[in-house]
């Protein structure tokens, strides 16, 4: 049996940050089938280290990523997934999703399951002299509702097949970097949710890279 857990990261007082925990909250409103595990975990990284290593199928984590797109766009990521040996120093603390599955294999002998991040870009993040800066931009509010959408859609084919690479609406193969994010700079005290994601290093010695499709809306 298929199981898959949903995940929202990201931090409600930085802006755009909190569109992770904005979409869980709105799938209070439109639940997704009862077999799905659906949990928002903030900036709670070692918690959802360990919770990767429970015996999931597929999770699918809920983010804001800045990959250089125009806010609020959409994108289904799959990155490579760490080794263990080959990857990079763990960190306990923060919600950075790369580093968080660097922990997990850290952490664990299990295999971790597969790992989709549905990511939108963000349009405000805090600046360097700003700590909070709570609340969505106007377009990644839209993309909240968006994402309940693309869930919905998702899910179910994860259910029915967890190897399948679902698209999303109007899917469009991204000609941008290979990595997940582009680093752009983080707010003073939030070192932890630094947005720059490289893939980490395979066992081969290549660089990991992440595949995406991306829809504008």
């Avoid at 925990?21 to 709105?26: D, L, S, Y």
């Avoid at 603390?93 to 971790?112: F, N």
Wanted: with cysteine; proline share 11%; hydrophobic share 40%.
């Amino acid at each position: 049996m298929t199981r898959l857990l949903v995940a929202g990261v990201g931090n409600i007082f930085l802006g755009d940050d909190s569109f992770g925990p904005e979409v869980i909250r709105a799938l209070a409103r439109r639940p997704l089938p009862p077999e799905v595990q659906v949990r928002d975990y903030g900036i709670r990284g070692m918690d959802l280290a360990y919770e990767l290593l429970g015996g999931w199928t597929v999770a699918v984590l809920v983010d804001a990523a800045a990959r250089g797109l125009r806010p609020g766009t959409l994108s289904l990521i799959e990155p490579d997934l760490p080794d263990g040996a080959q990857a990079a120093p763990p960190e306990a603390h923060g919600m950075d999703p790369a580093k968080v599955l660097a922990l997990a294999a850290h952490l664990g002998d299990e295999p971790l399951p597969r790992v989709l991040v549905l990511a939108c870009e963000p349009g405000e993040l805090p600046r360097g002299d700003e700590d909070i800066a709570p609340g969505l931009s106007e377009p990644v509010r839209d993309a909240v509702e968006q994402a309940v959408e693309a869930l919905h859609a998702l899910v179910p084919a994860l259910l029915a097949d967890p190897q399948v690479t679902p698209s999303l609406d109007r899917p469009e193969e991204s000609r941008g970097p290979a990595a997940a994010g582009l680093p752009h700079p983080a707010a003073t005290g939030a070192e932890d949710r630094q947005r720059t994601r490289t893939g980490p290093t395979r066992s081969d010695g290549s660089s990991g890279t992440q595949r995406s499709r991306s829809t504008h809306v």
